[in-house]
């Protein structure tokens, strides 16, 4: 047995803690940046915004459920929008709850729906953005990129 699975083998007994803790901590994350307008949603939205100022993104939600996972448009849109985060440093984490994703950053606003399949957390170049939820997310990103999940999945915590 190598270190690498002794280590994966320790973290797989922390990962439920680990991810309702980073289920609150995106919560948490969605609603400050929502109140401070920096969040973009929609992935033709957040297709500009990376173009235009991707040094501005601080973070990406990718979002789906049963009914987008045979999209194949949806999922190339999401292996690009991927490829650039990694290419940015920028951290990437999947929501399977769309649904709920959506409420949390429209609530409130009148109109259709808007389309909660890609989000980003934007931060002013000039004046960076410090939010204790993106650092507890960073860091839960970060580990799991340690035991190789590239994009690791989010549960959000029940309403």
Not at 5 to 23: K, L, T, W, Y
Request: aromatic share 6%; charged share 25%.
């Amino acid at each position: 047995m190598t270190l690498e699975e002794i280590r994966g083998q320790e973290n797989a007994m922390e990962i439920p803690d680990r991810v309702q803790s980073a289920g609150a901590a995106l919560e948490e994350l969605l609603l400050a940046a929502k109140k401070q307008e920096y969040l973009t949603v929609g992935v033709y939205e957040s297709a500009k915004v990376m173009n235009v100022d991707p040094d501005s993104v601080a973070f990406c939600v990718l979002a789906t459920d049963e009914e987008y996972e045979c999209d194949i448009a949806l999922q190339i849109h999401f292996t690009l929008i991927q490829a650039f985060c990694f290419d940015n440093d920028i951290n990437v984490v999947r929501v399977n709850d769309i649904e709920r994703l959506a409420d949390l950053v429209s609530a409130g606003e009148p109109g259709e729906p808007k389309d909660a399949h890609c989000i980003l957390v934007t931060s002013p170049s000039a004046n960076p953005w410090k939010d204790p939820a993106l650092d507890k997310l960073s860091v839960f990103c970060e580990e799991s990129r340690s035991v190789y999940d590239w994009v690791p999945t989010v549960t959000l915590p029940e309403r």
